[in-house]
Protein backbone atom coordinates (compact mmCIF):
# COMPACT_ATOMS: atom_id res chain seq x y z
CA UNK A 1 0.00 0.00 0.00
CA UNK A 2 1.30 3.50 -0.77
CA UNK A 3 1.89 6.11 1.51
CA UNK A 4 -1.18 8.57 0.57
CA UNK A 5 -3.43 5.29 1.01
CA UNK A 6 -1.71 4.60 4.23
CA UNK A 7 -1.99 7.71 5.92
CA UNK A 8 -6.05 7.42 5.52
CA UNK A 9 -6.05 4.47 7.83
CA UNK A 10 -7.54 5.70 11.32
CA UNK A 11 -6.05 3.53 13.20
CA UNK A 12 -5.91 0.64 14.52
CA UNK A 13 -7.52 -0.92 11.80
CA UNK A 14 -7.92 -3.69 10.08
CA UNK A 15 -8.01 -3.79 6.20
CA UNK A 16 -8.56 -6.49 3.92
CA UNK A 17 -7.53 -6.84 0.51
CA UNK A 18 -10.21 -7.79 -1.62
CA UNK A 19 -8.33 -9.19 -4.89
CA UNK A 20 -6.45 -11.76 -2.81
CA UNK A 21 -9.89 -12.87 -1.26
CA UNK A 22 -11.13 -13.71 -4.30
CA UNK A 23 -8.27 -15.67 -5.91
CA UNK A 24 -8.69 -17.70 -2.28
CA UNK A 25 -12.24 -18.12 -2.84
CA UNK A 26 -11.43 -18.99 -6.50
CA UNK A 27 -8.95 -21.50 -5.42
CA UNK A 28 -11.29 -23.12 -2.92
CA UNK A 29 -13.98 -23.51 -5.17
CA UNK A 30 -12.31 -25.24 -7.54
CA UNK A 31 -10.82 -27.19 -5.16
CA UNK A 32 -13.83 -28.95 -4.40
CA UNK A 33 -15.21 -28.89 -8.14
CA UNK A 34 -12.46 -30.88 -9.37
CA UNK A 35 -13.75 -33.89 -6.12
CA UNK A 36 -17.26 -33.24 -7.16
CA UNK A 37 -17.75 -32.23 -3.26
CA UNK A 38 -20.42 -28.90 -2.85
CA UNK A 39 -18.79 -25.87 -0.29
CA UNK A 40 -20.60 -24.61 2.07
CA UNK A 41 -18.22 -22.05 3.55
CA UNK A 42 -18.63 -20.70 7.31
CA UNK A 43 -19.26 -16.61 7.63
CA UNK A 44 -17.33 -16.82 11.13
CA UNK A 45 -14.66 -15.16 9.32
CA UNK A 46 -15.70 -12.51 7.31
CA UNK A 47 -19.00 -11.68 9.19
CA UNK A 48 -20.14 -9.80 5.99
CA UNK A 49 -22.84 -10.24 3.12
CA UNK A 50 -20.62 -9.06 0.91
CA UNK A 51 -17.91 -11.98 1.07
CA UNK A 52 -20.74 -14.31 1.50
CA UNK A 53 -22.29 -13.20 -1.89
CA UNK A 54 -18.89 -13.52 -3.50
CA UNK A 55 -18.77 -17.39 -2.48
CA UNK A 56 -21.74 -18.07 -3.42
CA UNK A 57 -21.25 -16.00 -7.06
CA UNK A 58 -17.91 -18.45 -7.14
CA UNK A 59 -20.11 -21.38 -6.75
CA UNK A 60 -20.09 -21.63 -3.51
CA UNK A 61 -23.66 -23.99 -2.25
CA UNK A 62 -24.68 -21.85 0.26
CA UNK A 63 -23.30 -20.83 3.92
CA UNK A 64 -22.28 -21.86 7.30
CA UNK A 65 -23.72 -19.69 10.26
CA UNK A 66 -22.67 -20.53 14.05
CA UNK A 67 -25.49 -18.07 15.37
CA UNK A 68 -29.07 -17.20 14.63
CA UNK A 69 -27.89 -13.88 14.48
CA UNK A 70 -25.36 -13.80 11.86
CA UNK A 71 -27.81 -16.16 9.63
CA UNK A 72 -30.42 -13.09 10.20
CA UNK A 73 -27.84 -10.68 8.99
CA UNK A 74 -27.18 -12.97 6.11
CA UNK A 75 -30.71 -13.32 5.11
CA UNK A 76 -30.86 -9.91 5.28
CA UNK A 77 -27.72 -9.64 2.96
CA UNK A 78 -29.78 -11.66 0.10
CA UNK A 79 -28.08 -15.10 1.32
CA UNK A 80 -31.12 -17.86 0.67
CA UNK A 81 -29.24 -21.01 1.55
CA UNK A 82 -28.21 -20.84 5.36
CA UNK A 83 -26.76 -23.99 7.52
CA UNK A 84 -26.65 -22.87 11.46
CA UNK A 85 -24.56 -25.55 12.44
CA UNK A 86 -24.66 -25.04 16.68
CA UNK A 87 -27.41 -26.44 19.02
CA UNK A 88 -30.26 -24.36 18.78
CA UNK A 89 -31.33 -24.09 22.64
CA UNK A 90 -33.59 -21.77 24.22
CA UNK A 91 -37.14 -20.64 23.06
CA UNK A 92 -35.47 -17.70 21.99
CA UNK A 93 -33.53 -19.32 19.61
CA UNK A 94 -36.27 -21.42 18.43
CA UNK A 95 -38.50 -18.78 18.06
CA UNK A 96 -35.98 -16.59 15.60
CA UNK A 97 -35.64 -20.09 13.30
CA UNK A 98 -39.18 -20.60 13.13
CA UNK A 99 -39.24 -17.14 11.95
CA UNK A 100 -35.99 -17.54 9.56
CA UNK A 101 -37.24 -20.13 7.74
CA UNK A 102 -39.87 -18.79 6.81
CA UNK A 103 -37.66 -15.90 4.81
CA UNK A 104 -35.17 -18.57 2.99
CA UNK A 105 -35.88 -20.66 0.31
CA UNK A 106 -33.39 -23.08 2.67
CA UNK A 107 -32.76 -23.22 5.87
CA UNK A 108 -31.30 -26.29 8.06
CA UNK A 109 -30.59 -26.14 11.78
CA UNK A 110 -28.26 -28.59 13.89
CA UNK A 111 -29.05 -31.06 16.26
CA UNK A 112 -27.02 -33.56 18.82
CA UNK A 113 -29.95 -34.71 21.26
CA UNK A 114 -33.57 -35.45 21.49
CA UNK A 115 -33.19 -32.34 23.89
CA UNK A 116 -32.85 -30.17 20.74
CA UNK A 117 -34.72 -31.99 18.39
CA UNK A 118 -38.26 -32.19 20.34
CA UNK A 119 -38.76 -28.55 20.71
CA UNK A 120 -37.86 -27.59 17.06
CA UNK A 121 -40.17 -30.60 15.98
CA UNK A 122 -42.85 -29.06 18.78
CA UNK A 123 -42.51 -25.25 17.23
CA UNK A 124 -42.55 -26.76 13.41
CA UNK A 125 -45.30 -27.97 14.14
CA UNK A 126 -46.81 -24.86 15.72
CA UNK A 127 -45.85 -22.78 12.59
CA UNK A 128 -47.36 -25.48 10.15
CA UNK A 129 -44.02 -25.72 8.67
CA UNK A 130 -41.27 -28.77 8.15
CA UNK A 131 -37.63 -27.94 9.30
CA UNK A 132 -34.58 -29.38 7.58
CA UNK A 133 -32.30 -30.85 10.23
CA UNK A 134 -28.81 -32.39 9.94
CA UNK A 135 -27.39 -34.71 13.07
CA UNK A 136 -23.85 -33.65 14.62
CA UNK A 137 -21.66 -36.18 15.35
CA UNK A 138 -18.33 -35.80 17.21
CA UNK A 139 -15.14 -37.65 15.47
CA UNK A 140 -12.97 -36.40 17.64
CA UNK A 141 -13.39 -32.97 18.93
CA UNK A 142 -14.47 -33.56 22.00
CA UNK A 143 -17.34 -30.55 21.81
CA UNK A 144 -20.73 -30.31 20.56
CA UNK A 145 -22.14 -33.66 18.79
CA UNK A 146 -23.69 -37.00 19.57
CA UNK A 147 -20.71 -39.81 20.52
CA UNK A 148 -20.51 -42.10 17.92
CA UNK A 149 -22.01 -45.19 18.82
CA UNK A 150 -24.78 -43.22 19.20
CA UNK A 151 -25.56 -41.93 16.44
CA UNK A 152 -27.75 -44.37 14.45
CA UNK A 153 -30.28 -44.76 17.02
CA UNK A 154 -30.46 -41.25 17.62
CA UNK A 155 -30.91 -40.57 13.87
CA UNK A 156 -34.06 -43.03 14.06
CA UNK A 157 -35.27 -41.43 17.16
CA UNK A 158 -35.07 -37.80 15.42
CA UNK A 159 -36.33 -39.16 12.25
CA UNK A 160 -39.84 -40.39 13.54
CA UNK A 161 -39.99 -36.75 15.15
CA UNK A 162 -42.77 -34.94 13.51
CA UNK A 163 -41.66 -31.71 11.02
CA UNK A 164 -38.39 -32.61 10.79
CA UNK A 165 -36.59 -33.85 7.82
CA UNK A 166 -33.76 -35.34 8.52
CA UNK A 167 -31.77 -35.24 5.85
CA UNK A 168 -27.56 -35.37 6.60
CA UNK A 169 -24.86 -35.98 9.41
CA UNK A 170 -22.37 -33.34 9.94
CA UNK A 171 -19.30 -32.75 12.27
CA UNK A 172 -16.13 -30.15 13.18
CA UNK A 173 -12.66 -32.13 13.40
CA UNK A 174 -9.96 -30.06 11.98
CA UNK A 175 -6.34 -31.53 12.99
CA UNK A 176 -7.30 -34.31 15.19
CA UNK A 177 -6.25 -37.82 14.50
CA UNK A 178 -7.27 -41.16 17.13
CA UNK A 179 -8.76 -38.38 19.25
CA UNK A 180 -5.71 -36.11 19.84
CA UNK A 181 -3.95 -33.08 18.15
CA UNK A 182 -2.28 -34.02 15.46
CA UNK A 183 -0.12 -31.46 12.47
CA UNK A 184 -0.56 -33.90 9.86
CA UNK A 185 -3.80 -32.45 8.06
CA UNK A 186 -3.22 -35.49 5.63
CA UNK A 187 -4.10 -38.19 8.24
CA UNK A 188 -6.55 -36.24 10.11
CA UNK A 189 -8.74 -35.62 7.06
CA UNK A 190 -8.50 -39.33 5.80
CA UNK A 191 -9.52 -40.63 9.22
CA UNK A 192 -12.60 -37.92 9.14
CA UNK A 193 -13.77 -38.64 5.95
CA UNK A 194 -13.71 -42.46 6.91
CA UNK A 195 -15.28 -42.28 10.06
CA UNK A 196 -18.23 -40.00 8.12
CA UNK A 197 -18.92 -42.71 5.82
CA UNK A 198 -19.06 -45.17 8.34
CA UNK A 199 -21.47 -43.36 10.54
CA UNK A 200 -23.34 -42.50 7.41
CA UNK A 201 -23.72 -46.02 6.40
CA UNK A 202 -24.88 -47.61 10.13
CA UNK A 203 -27.49 -44.28 9.77
CA UNK A 204 -28.79 -45.83 6.48
CA UNK A 205 -28.71 -49.36 7.57
CA UNK A 206 -30.62 -48.18 10.67
CA UNK A 207 -33.68 -46.82 7.81
CA UNK A 208 -32.96 -43.51 7.66
CA UNK A 209 -31.94 -42.27 4.34
CA UNK A 210 -29.91 -39.18 4.39
CA UNK A 211 -28.02 -37.98 2.00
CA UNK A 212 -25.69 -34.91 2.86
CA UNK A 213 -22.29 -35.48 4.82
CA UNK A 214 -20.73 -32.29 5.83
CA UNK A 215 -17.14 -32.32 6.82
CA UNK A 216 -14.21 -30.28 6.72
CA UNK A 217 -12.53 -27.29 8.13
CA UNK A 218 -9.50 -24.76 6.06
CA UNK A 219 -6.60 -27.01 7.44
CA UNK A 220 -8.25 -30.35 6.31
CA UNK A 221 -11.32 -29.13 3.90
CA UNK A 222 -9.57 -29.93 0.66
CA UNK A 223 -7.86 -33.50 2.27
CA UNK A 224 -10.92 -34.35 3.07
CA UNK A 225 -12.74 -33.49 0.16
CA UNK A 226 -10.56 -35.65 -1.94
CA UNK A 227 -11.30 -38.60 0.03
CA UNK A 228 -14.48 -39.02 -1.83
CA UNK A 229 -16.17 -39.95 0.91
CA UNK A 230 -18.34 -36.52 2.19
CA UNK A 231 -20.85 -34.49 0.09
CA UNK A 232 -19.72 -31.09 1.11
CA UNK A 233 -17.28 -29.25 3.15
CA UNK A 234 -17.22 -25.99 5.34
CA UNK A 235 -14.38 -24.19 5.65
CA UNK A 236 -14.65 -20.76 6.87
CA UNK A 237 -10.56 -19.13 7.14
CA UNK A 238 -9.32 -20.06 3.64
CA UNK A 239 -11.05 -16.34 2.37
CA UNK A 240 -8.26 -14.24 3.82
CA UNK A 241 -6.15 -16.89 5.92
CA UNK A 242 -3.69 -16.04 8.99
CA UNK A 243 -0.58 -16.67 10.70
CA UNK A 244 -2.28 -19.75 12.54
CA UNK A 245 -3.04 -21.54 8.58
CA UNK A 246 0.88 -21.01 7.81
CA UNK A 247 2.09 -22.89 10.47
CA UNK A 248 -0.78 -25.28 10.08
CA UNK A 249 0.47 -25.91 6.22
CA UNK A 250 -3.10 -24.80 4.83
CA UNK A 251 -1.26 -21.62 3.51
CA UNK A 252 1.54 -19.41 2.87
CA UNK A 253 1.97 -15.77 3.65
CA UNK A 254 1.54 -14.50 0.02
CA UNK A 255 -1.92 -16.15 0.61
CA UNK A 256 -2.97 -13.60 3.77
CA UNK A 257 -5.25 -11.25 2.28
CA UNK A 258 -5.96 -9.41 5.70
CA UNK A 259 -3.70 -6.60 7.50
CA UNK A 260 -3.53 -4.97 10.76
CA UNK A 261 -2.72 -1.67 10.63
CA UNK A 262 -1.59 0.49 14.29
CA UNK A 263 0.32 3.48 14.71
CA UNK A 264 3.24 3.92 17.20
CA UNK A 265 1.70 6.90 20.09
CA UNK A 266 4.17 6.17 22.44
CA UNK A 267 8.67 5.24 22.94
CA UNK A 268 9.44 6.01 26.03
CA UNK A 269 12.80 3.89 25.49
CA UNK A 270 14.68 2.34 22.35
CA UNK A 271 13.66 -1.34 23.66
CA UNK A 272 10.01 -0.57 22.98
CA UNK A 273 7.27 1.19 21.29
CA UNK A 274 3.85 1.73 21.96
CA UNK A 275 1.14 0.80 19.61
CA UNK A 276 -2.16 2.18 19.23
CA UNK A 277 -4.14 -1.05 19.61
CA UNK A 278 -3.95 -3.50 22.35
CA UNK A 279 -6.36 -6.09 23.47
CA UNK A 280 -9.20 -4.23 22.08
CA UNK A 281 -7.60 -4.75 18.35
CA UNK A 282 -5.51 -8.27 19.19
CA UNK A 283 -7.43 -11.14 20.32
CA UNK A 284 -5.76 -13.46 23.19
CA UNK A 285 -7.44 -16.78 22.05
CA UNK A 286 -3.16 -17.83 21.30
CA UNK A 287 -1.03 -17.87 24.22
CA UNK A 288 2.66 -16.88 22.70
CA UNK A 289 5.91 -18.40 22.77
CA UNK A 290 4.27 -22.33 23.43
CA UNK A 291 3.89 -25.50 21.80
CA UNK A 292 2.90 -26.55 19.14
CA UNK A 293 3.43 -23.72 17.25
CA UNK A 294 5.69 -20.94 19.08
CA UNK A 295 3.53 -18.18 17.82
CA UNK A 296 5.97 -15.38 18.00
CA UNK A 297 3.40 -12.76 19.73
CA UNK A 298 -0.54 -12.09 19.71
CA UNK A 299 0.23 -10.64 15.88
CA UNK A 300 3.13 -10.64 13.43
CA UNK A 301 5.12 -7.84 12.28
CA UNK A 302 4.98 -8.00 8.42
CA UNK A 303 8.79 -7.86 7.22
CA UNK A 304 10.16 -7.97 10.62
CA UNK A 305 11.54 -11.09 12.50
CA UNK A 306 13.40 -8.50 15.47
CA UNK A 307 10.18 -6.57 16.85
CA UNK A 308 7.65 -8.99 18.92
CA UNK A 309 3.93 -8.03 20.21
CA UNK A 310 3.64 -10.10 23.48
CA UNK A 311 2.51 -7.69 26.04
CA UNK A 312 -1.09 -5.80 25.92
CA UNK A 313 -3.04 -3.46 27.89
CA UNK A 314 -6.78 -2.48 26.60
CA UNK A 315 -5.39 0.66 24.42
CA UNK A 316 -1.79 -0.27 24.35
CA UNK A 317 0.48 -2.89 22.77
CA UNK A 318 3.84 -3.02 23.59
CA UNK A 319 6.82 -3.86 20.63
CA UNK A 320 9.93 -4.87 22.32
CA UNK A 321 13.10 -5.63 20.13
CA UNK A 322 15.01 -9.06 20.10
CA UNK A 323 17.94 -6.64 19.78
CA UNK A 324 17.05 -4.12 22.11
CA UNK A 325 16.32 -0.87 19.63
CA UNK A 326 12.70 -1.08 18.08
CA UNK A 327 14.09 1.68 15.23
CA UNK A 328 10.48 2.89 15.81
CA UNK A 329 9.23 6.43 16.04
CA UNK A 330 5.86 8.41 16.97
CA UNK A 331 3.87 8.70 14.37
CA UNK A 332 5.46 5.18 12.01
CA UNK A 333 2.66 3.25 10.71
CA UNK A 334 3.08 -0.66 11.64
CA UNK A 335 1.86 -3.54 9.37
CA UNK A 336 0.92 -6.53 11.48
CA UNK A 337 -0.53 -10.39 10.44
CA UNK A 338 -3.16 -11.50 13.13
CA UNK A 339 -2.33 -15.10 14.20
CA UNK A 340 -6.33 -15.44 14.24
CA UNK A 341 -8.32 -14.05 11.67
CA UNK A 342 -11.89 -14.56 12.86
CA UNK A 343 -11.15 -13.53 16.06
CA UNK A 344 -9.63 -10.22 15.12
CA UNK A 345 -12.31 -9.06 12.90
CA UNK A 346 -14.96 -9.70 15.39
CA UNK A 347 -13.59 -6.97 17.78
CA UNK A 348 -13.92 -4.35 14.22
CA UNK A 349 -17.62 -2.29 13.81
CA UNK A 350 -16.27 -1.90 10.22
CA UNK A 351 -12.65 -2.77 8.30
CA UNK A 352 -11.11 -1.14 5.16
CA UNK A 353 -11.87 -2.86 2.00
CA UNK A 354 -8.42 -2.46 -0.47
CA UNK A 355 -8.19 -3.58 -4.42
CA UNK A 356 -4.53 -1.97 -4.84
CA UNK A 357 -5.60 1.15 -5.65
CA UNK A 358 -8.51 2.63 -3.29
CA UNK A 359 -9.86 1.97 0.23
CA UNK A 360 -13.21 2.30 1.25
CA UNK A 361 -14.81 0.92 4.46
CA UNK A 362 -17.59 -1.92 5.21
CA UNK A 363 -19.59 -2.34 8.22
CA UNK A 364 -18.89 -5.70 9.95
CA UNK A 365 -22.49 -6.80 10.21
CA UNK A 366 -22.58 -10.29 11.74
CA UNK A 367 -20.07 -8.70 14.73
CA UNK A 368 -20.59 -9.66 17.77
CA UNK A 369 -23.94 -12.14 17.47
CA UNK A 370 -23.95 -13.77 20.49
CA UNK A 371 -27.44 -15.42 19.97
Known amino acids: MDKELLHQLETPCVVLDTRMAEEN ?12 VKL ?14 MQLAAGADGVTC ?4 EAEVMADGGVEDIFIAYPMVGDFRVRRVIAL ?18 PLSAAAQEA ?26 LAVAINALPNLKLTG ?3 FKSLVYHDAPTRDKVEAAAEEGELMQQIAESIRAAGVPITDISAGSTPTGIEVAKTGKV ?10 NDFMLTKEGAATLDEIAVR ?17 GGTKTFYMDIVPETPPYYYPGYAVVAGNDDLQLLRMNEEHGILTSKKGNTGLHVGDIVELIPIHVCTTINQQNEVYLYDGKTLHKEKVAARGMLV
Not at 231 to 240: C, D, K, L, M, N
Open 101 to 118: AKRLRRLILGVDSMEIAQ
Open 40 to 53: RPHIKTHKMPLFAK
Open 260 to 276: VYATVVSTPSPEYAVLD
Open 128 to 153: GITLEVRLEVDTGAKRTGVERDKAAA
Open 231 to 240: TEVRPGTYIF
Open 66 to 69: AKVG
Open 25 to 36: IKKMQAACDACG
Open 169 to 171: IYT
